[in-house]
């Protein structure tokens, strides 16, 4: 994704977007997010203060039209502020494990380009060459859209 402003502004949104403007979508909705530290539980329309470390987050995935429900958590477990880079992982026990991380680059142009990597792997191949595949990159693709649409509003 290149991003059409600079990579402070934008890691700075990816750091303090809301959860109602991230989870706006029709494939991702938002259950809540607990924060370890806090002790807390975070709902989508909650004053929430960003993402953070240690926080957990329940997803559910509207697949195939809505007709396919899935419950995905995750955790935050790295914020590098030095390399603007996020990592999160998926629970243990789940249908896949891996983890995810977002990049942020400064382009020539000044502007922000994101690389989103995923490593996953479950216990079905089909799964995991035919079918994740597909519906990881609608998913990320809507995730990544409205933070861009977040930040053009701004």
Not at 74 to 94: L, S
Request: charged share 25%; glycine share 6%.
């Amino acid at each position: 994704f290149i991003i059409k402003k600079d990579i402070n502004t934008v890691w700075h949104k990816y750091k303090t977007i809301s959860l109602k403007d991230t989870y706006s979508g029709h494939i991702v909705k938002l259950g809540f997010v607990y924060s370890k530290k806090k002790r807390k539980i975070y709902y989508i329309n909650d004053k929430y203060d960003g993402i953070k470390v240690g926080q957990i987050y329940f997803i559910r995935l509207n697949l195939l039209g809505g007709i396919k429900k899935l419950i995905v958590a995750y955790e935050v477990t790295k914020i590098d502020n030095n390399n603007k880079m996020i990592q999160f992982c998926y629970i243990n026990n789940g249908i896949s494990q891996g983890s995810q991380q977002i990049y942020l680059y400064k382009t020539k142009e000044g502007f922000t380009k994101i690389l989103h990597k995923t490593y996953y792997k479950s216990r079905s191949k089909l799964r995991d060459r035919r079918l994740y595949p597909i519906f990881h990159k609608r998913i990320v693709d809507e995730l990544h859209h409205n933070l861009m649409n977040s930040l053009s509003l701004n």
